[in-house]
């Protein structure tokens, strides 16, 4: 199988506060998972690549600081959106390989939408 | 670096009808995997469909069959028999194949397509 889970589905806080977000492989181990932002009627956009046990690959322009990434086991990838501001408002999110499947295939989760006030 | 471009921005088709949507890529990489996945309303991305560079058969599921021109770097998807289902934001991909290349898995998205199906 390849279901990814993510949560909260959404979450709305305030401004200057840390929200984290959840993404589990329900069915398989994940070596390696993905984080994507998505801003209505675009694209997704990587933010970066989650290794478990090491630290988190982040795209270019992708502050490492404010969007804390941690994958701290082979099921569990957090990302916490620190000192949240409205601009960080968006969709995000994770996907995952199932590495005992043929064609290294990424599956997605529900996303989470963020709101910050 | 590569690109994946859909220059379509919405598409509109009967249902039961078929319609394709297209995608082209540039890469310089012979190695590669090419993939479509769909976003309904739901925003949740679901695979429809993936191509293997090195296989030169088109691949098919159901309704959804893809045309491979890899000289051309051409992937457009073909779905047949249109339902109301099918109403979604579909998006083009590209992967490096990591075995070959090392890379590590990365989805090169293109803008997508709005794809409606009228009842």
């Known amino acids: 199988g390849a279901v990814v889970s993510q949560h909260p589905s959404r979450v709305i806080c305030k401004s200057g506060t840390s929200v984290k977000i959840e993404c589990r492989s329900l069915?398989?181990?994940?070596?390696?998972m993905f984080w994507y932002r998505q801003f209505p009627k675009q694209s997704l956009m990587l933010m970066a690549t989650?290794?478990?046990?090491?630290?988190?690959?982040?795209e270019q322009g992708v502050e490492k600081d404010k969007f804390l990434i941690n994958h701290a086991s082979l099921t569990l990838s957090t990302l916490t959106v620190t000192s949240a501001h409205p601009e960080d408002s968006s969709f995000y999110i994770c996907?995952?390989?199932?590495?005992?499947?043929?064609?290294?295939?990424?599956?997605f989760g529900p996303g989470t939408r963020l709101l910050v006030l | 670096a590569q690109t994946v471009t859909q220059s379509q921005p919405e598409m509109s088709v009967q249902e039961a009808e078929t319609v394709t949507l297209s995608c082209t890529y540039d890469t310089s990489e012979s190695n590669y995997y090419l993939f479509w996945y769909k976003q309904p309303p739901s925003r949740q991305m679901i695979l429809v469909i993936r191509?293997?560079?090195?296989?030169?058969q088109n691949a098919t599921e159901n309704r959804f069959s893809v045309n491979f021109q890899k000289a051309a770097k051409s992937f457009s998807l073909k779905i047949s028999d249109s339902q109301l289902g099918d109403t979604a934001m579909y998006f083009c991909a590209f992967m490096k194949h990591p075995l070959y290349t090392g890379a590590n898995s990365k989805l090169t998205f293109g803008k997508g397509i709005t794809l409606s199906v009228r009842p």
């Open positions: 989650s290794n478990e046990g090491s630290k988190a690959t982040y």
């Open positions: 069915d398989f181990q994940a070596t390696t």
């Open positions: 191509q293997e560079a090195y296989k030169q």
């Open positions: 996907s995952a390989i199932n590495p005992t499947l043929v064609g290294e295939t990424q599956y």
